[in-house]
């Protein structure tokens, strides 16, 4: 391969898709993808993927990574370095501030791809349009508002702005990534999902518009990363078939624990591969190809382990000593409040259990604990030893890691009390408690008057030491209670860097703007490391067949 595959990253958020595929290297040590765009409207999140792809910069350099880090210790901007400006104008180039959907957004990336768009060579585009109209939480709040009206919300057509790229500039190869409810979604009576796929399969009916390098008004097929026998369209004996069914449709979800990320996260990706290359080849040798393979799950309790440990903050008047001392009246109240109160969902021993470790907790509370900041380091002993930790460690070869965005919540008493409850509760019980059913003290209820009701079942969630995590969400950013940190010596809600870390995100990844954007970008991201092992499947089928491209290329 003499030169990287360009990629091209639509709606890249903070840039989990793209981190992945330029994440891999061929045995040369060399990029098997680079990207020469992507796009993002929200302002944080584009200052979060332009010091990225200035990192992928650097890292290409002569001068070293100390710069980067320098610039995170509260040193100059990079943009400000006389020696970097250049890498810096370049990373700008790359990271583009637009919002599709407007007149525009469309000249200026159609400037940029006309440009730089290597057309007669392969190249992929990447990302996934905004989910917010297809998410099941979505539409309930859509439900809820009586003047919504499907067929004017801009959101569900969004992916079409994705679709015109792959009309005007046919890649090689689209990934396209999605929430699980988009499979249900209904614009009127018609299932959005169907449509995307069949408008995906033939864009040139589409959008009516001429494709441009050698795959010219070309189709697509479009695959599963899950299931060899799911594909679009689908074939039988010779003929098409054009329907799939709603069984086959699911077969698109990812499911990342299933593939090493440390989280249950589960998502639909659609793998679209220009015909042009799939003809010759046999579909279900193809298909085989393209599924990720099966590994074992990779828990929270490994993702979380080696980050520094920090104390929740208080909402009100925050000290070492004013936290320290609430810790020690608090478990113990909760402790005695549970001896005096038995349960009908756990058994009494496990009860017993259960205050008997909060009244540990109040006797000693762990002292010496920071809240963490922006930027902190530590003295690391110990080597990473697996692939994940070589995947977090990223640029961090020597003893001193750098922690980013490692910074606690403050958080009301009356939340740090359930905190500490819900996190022995799932130590011991080894499950997150559920409502009422298991929050079922007095002192523990939250002042709704629907608490008692069912509908806030899931408010308290831990994240449990020996399980994936559930899926991080942008919701992370509104209390964290949904997040609780399963150490209850620490009692407090899941920092950026850990979310970020259940994300797969490497521990060098900065994350730029205030911590709710913050959580917000890590919240709506694809894994990386989810990314790379896609990466790598798209990386060897291009690599295979790079042969008859270039003959193809020739010819054109």
């Known amino acids: 391969m003499s030169k990287p595959i360009q990629i091209v990253d639509l709606f890249a958020g903070p840039g989990g898709l793209g981190e992945g595929f330029n994440s891999l290297r061929d045995t040369k040590g060399r990029r098997v993808f680079k990207t020469l765009v992507s796009v993002e409207k929200e302002a944080s999140a584009h200052r979060t993927l332009t010091l990225r792809a200035f990192y992928r910069l650097l890292q290409d350099s002569n001068f070293g990574m100390e710069p980067y880090f320098e610039y995170l210790r509260g040193g100059e901007h990079p943009s400000e370095v006389s020696e970097l400006?250049?890498?810096?104008?370049?990373?700008?180039?790359?990271?583009?501030?637009?919002?599709?959907?407007?007149?525009?957004?469309?000249?200026?990336?159609?400037?940029?791809?006309?440009?730089?768009?290597?057309?007669?060579?392969?190249?992929?585009?990447?990302?996934g349009p905004p989910c917010q109209a297809y998410s099941v939480v979505g539409?309930?709040?859509?439900?809820?508002?009586?003047?919504?009206?499907?067929?004017?919300?801009?959101?569900?057509?969004?992916?079409?702005?994705?679709?015109?790229?792959?009309?005007?500039?046919r890649p090689s190869v689209f990934i396209m990534e999605n929430v699980k409810g988009i499979l249900t979604s209904k614009v009127g009576k018609e299932r959005i999902f169907r449509k995307i796929l069949e408008d995906l399969e033939d864009?040139?009916?589409?959008?009516?518009?001429?494709?441009?390098?050698?795959?010219?008004?070309?189709?697509?097929?479009?695959?599963?990363?899950?299931?060899?026998?799911?594909y679009y369209t689908k074939q039988a004996g010779g003929r098409i078939i054009e329907e799939l069914s709603d069984?086959?449709?699911?077969?698109?979800?990812?499911?990342?624990?299933?593939?090493?990320?440390?989280?249950?996260?589960?998502?639909?990706?659609?793998?679209?591969?220009?015909?042009?290359?799939?003809?010759?080849?046999?579909?279900?040798?193809?298909?085989?190809?393209?599924?990720?393979?099966?590994?074992?799950?990779?828990?929270?309790?490994?993702?979380?382990?080696?980050?520094?440990?920090?104390?929740?903050?208080?909402s009100r008047n925050d000290?070492?000593?004013?936290?320290?001392?609430?810790?020690?009246?608090?478990?113990?109240?909760?402790?005695?409040?549970l001896i005096a109160t038995k349960s009908e969902s756990i058994t009494d021993e496990e009860r017993r259990e259960i205050a008997h470790k909060l009244m540990l907790i109040s006797r000693n509370p762990k002292k010496g604990l920071k809240r963490g900041g922006r930027y902190d380091s530590a003295y690391v002993t110990i080597k990473p030893s697996t692939e994940l930790e070589e995947w977090y460690a990223g640029e961090q070869k020597g003893i001193v890691r750098h922690w980013l965005n490692h910074e606690t919540k403050g958080h009301m008493e009356e939340d740090l009390a359930r905190y500490l409850y819900c996190s022995v509760f799932a130590e011991v019980v080894q499950r997150s408690p559920i409502g009422i059913k298991d929050i079922y003290l007095d002192s523990l209820a939250p002042m709704h008057a629907n608490w008692k009701s069912g509908k806030f079942a899931d408010r308290f969630k831990v994240v449990l030491d020996g399980a994936p995590s559930k899926t991080i969400t942008s919701h992370i950013s509104k209390d964290g209670h949904y997040y609780i940190h399963p150490d209850p010596y620490q009692c407090r809600s899941?920092?950026?860097?850990?979310?970020?870390?259940?994300?797969?995100?490497?521990?060098?990844?900065?994350?730029?703007?205030?911590?709710?954007?913050?959580?917000?970008?890590?919240?709506?991201?694809?894994?990386?490391?989810?990314?790379?092992?896609i990466a790598d499947k798209v990386g060897s089928l291009l690599n295979r067949l790079g042969s008859i491209y270039e003959e193809k290329s020739k010819r054109a």
């Open 139 to 169: 539409r309930v709040r859509n439900r809820g508002n009586k003047d919504y009206v499907p067929e004017e919300d801009k959101r569900h057509f969004l992916y079409r702005e994705y679709l015109d790229v792959i009309a005007r500039y």
């Open 203 to 230: 864009p040139t009916a589409a959008t009516n518009m001429k494709g441009k390098g050698v795959g010219e008004n070309q189709k697509y097929t479009i695959f599963s990363l899950s299931e060899p026998c799911v």
């Open 85 to 127: 400006k250049q890498l810096w104008e370049e990373a700008v180039k790359e990271a583009l501030r637009l919002e599709l959907g407007g007149e525009a957004g469309h000249k200026e990336l159609d400037k940029r791809l006309d440009r730089h768009l290597d057309i007669r060579s392969d190249w992929v585009l990447i990302g």
């Open 319 to 337: 000290s070492d000593e004013a936290w320290y001392e609430a810790i020690k009246r608090l478990s113990a109240k909760v402790a005695n409040e």
């Open 247 to 314: 069984e086959e449709l699911s077969g698109f979800v990812v499911k990342s624990e299933q593939h090493g990320i440390p989280q249950a996260r589960h998502r639909v990706i659609l793998v679209g591969v220009r015909n042009d290359i799939v003809d010759g080849q046999r579909i279900s040798n193809l298909a085989r190809s393209l599924c990720l393979e099966k590994e074992d799950g990779v828990s929270s309790g490994s993702a979380l382990f080696g980050i520094p440990q920090l104390r929740s903050g208080l």
């Open 494 to 533: 899941l920092t950026v860097r850990e979310a970020a870390r259940i994300q797969t995100f490497p521990d060098d990844y900065y994350f730029e703007g205030n911590r709710t954007e913050q959580y917000v970008q890590v919240g709506n991201a694809v894994p990386p490391l989810l990314a790379a092992k």
